[in-house]
């Protein structure tokens, strides 16, 4: 199954609901990082979250960033994703395996830990950064995105993200739902939701089983109970480039540069969310360190 995102409005029009297939961008992230199975867990999971935020705006062009750091063993994760469906990320510490938990699941909480924040920077076309942060309810990713939804944006929502690992370290499956609820949703309206949400079967189940994002809102809502509205591809996407990182370095203090270009006389820097390299010779690096000049000037 290709990885995909739906989104759909209930008929009633209490709830907007989104859901995706990710096992392939979280395939991809695990190779590029070579995360071990507590790590794949916790980056896959935010990358999933990532992707149901960035694509539930309205409005299209717009991105997010998102910062974790519970202070458990997997470090920071960072990912940044887009309202296109595209997505990148990486985790500090990508070799993290944990004992699994009492219920025989990857500990995800244990691993990224509760004492920390998460952290949203939304993006618009053409507007300025916004920024927002919540205390960590869980670590568990899913349950935090939904605190973040409902004290940070005002929108009361149900938020799951799910990713299996198998034991060589590939991923089995992954995906997840958001649902938001509208104004003038029913408190009786709410309360099925919330039961229905209780009985529904786990959600790595319903990957490993190959269950459509469709078909997941279904079980969710009830058959015939839902309008899906659009279907769009999704994918882990790094856009960096060697042009851009030479601009971002011009930022860098003045001394510093110029002490690279003296002793070294080249530079290689590698970006975080996808290990590309980009090697800079010394006529590259003069160049950058007068661009640098030219910005203090």
Not at 6 to 31: C, H, I, N, P, W
Not at 59 to 82: D, H, M, Q
Not at 225 to 244: A, I, W
Not at 256 to 262: D, F, G, K, P
């Amino acid at each position: 199954m290709k990885d995909y995102l739906v989104k759909s409005l209930t008929k009633d029009g209490m709830f907007r609901a989104y859901a995706v297939t990710a096992k392939q961008v979280v395939t991809t992230a695990q190779e590029s990082h070579d995360t071990w199975s507590a790590a794949s867990a916790a980056l896959g999971r935010t990358l999933i979250g990532t992707l149901l935020l960035a694509t539930s705006g309205d409005k299209s062009g717009n991105s997010i960033a998102v910062k974790i750091n519970g202070g458990g063993p997997v470090g920071g994760i960072a990912t940044e994703g887009n309202s296109n469906g595209e997505v990148k990320g990486y985790v500090a510490n990508p070799h993290t395996h944990l004992p699994l938990n009492d219920h025989h699941k990857i500990d995800v909480g244990q691993a990224v830990g509760r004492d920390g924040f998460l952290e949203v920077t939304k993006l618009q076309a053409n507007g300025e950064p916004f920024n927002s942060s919540v205390p960590l309810v869980s670590g568990e990713i899913g349950d935090d995105f939904t605190f973040y939804l409902a004290q940070s944006e005002q929108i009361p929502s149900a938020v799951g993200v799910s990713v299996f690992v198998n034991d060589d370290n590939s991923i089995g499956a992954a995906g997840g739902y958001l649902i938001q609820v509208m104004p003038g949703a029913s408190e009786e309206a709410i309360a099925t939701l919330e039961q229905r949400l209780k009985q529904l079967p786990p959600l790595s189940e319903l990957l490993l089983s190959e269950q459509t994002p469709e078909a997941i809102l279904n079980l969710i809502f009830g058959e015939d109970q839902v309008d899906f509205l659009t279907t769009m591809p999704v994918e882990f996407k790094c856009n960096c480039s060697k042009e851009q990182f030479a601009a971002d370095l011009t930022g860098l203090p003045l001394d510093q540069l110029e002490t690279i270009l003296a002793e070294d006389k080249q530079l290689e820097v590698t970006c975080n969310f996808c290990h590309r390299q980009y090697h800079y010779d010394e006529q590259e690096l003069s160049d950058i360190v007068a661009e640098a000049k030219a910005k203090q000037d």
